[in-house]
């Protein structure tokens, strides 16, 4: 209990400094995002809690492919096939699960494709995003990432979390 009040206290402070976030952000949804997810974020509040997300608006989405690497040459025709549309982005974007940084390194590799651009989150918070094909991205609002996966959400990728990782 008393990790939660200290979380608990720390959303309070994000919520009065970032007003954009508290009028969608109900103690009720603070308090189930602390309870399902308490390790988000290596101890730095998240951007937004994921349970919170009820309205997603794509503003800009470009599809990016790292030609020059080594893995791209075993890659090339997989990352041609891979196509996320708006659609698919806000249904990843509405079950994607948090993580830290490390959690993400250690258990996704990388592949040489993936999307980028920005979006609006319930009608007021703008960011800016990265998706991989390799189930993993993040959310980014100034210096501030939030680092995603979809462990079960393999119909969207080309790789998943690694085998030799899985618990």
Not at 1 to 10: D, E, I, S
Not at 138 to 167: C, R, S
């Amino acid at each position: 209990m008393k990790l939660y009040r200290v979380k608990l206290v720390q959303l309070v402070a994000v919520l009065v400094a970032s007003p954009a976030l508290s009028v969608h952000l109900s103690i009720s949804q603070a308090t189930t995002c602390l309870n399902s997810r308490p390790y988000v974020c290596d101890g730095v509040q998240p951007i937004i809690c994921l349970d919170s997300i009820h309205v997603i608006e794509v503003v800009t989405m470009e599809y990016q492919q790292d030609e020059d690497s080594v893995l791209s040459s075993n890659r090339v025709d997989e990352c041609r096939k891979w196509i996320l549309t708006d659609t698919i982005i806000r249904q990843l974007m509405k079950n994607a699960m948090s993580v830290t940084s490390e959690e993400q390194h250690m258990g996704y590799g990388w592949e040489p494709c993936w999307y980028v651009g920005t979006m609006i989150i319930n009608d007021t918070l703008q960011v800016t995003y990265g998706i991989n094909a390799a189930s993993h991205g993040w959310l980014k609002k100034d210096t501030v990432y939030q680092y995603l996966v979809w462990p079960n959400q393999m119909q969207y990728f080309i790789t998943g979390k690694d085998e030799h990782e899985a618990d």
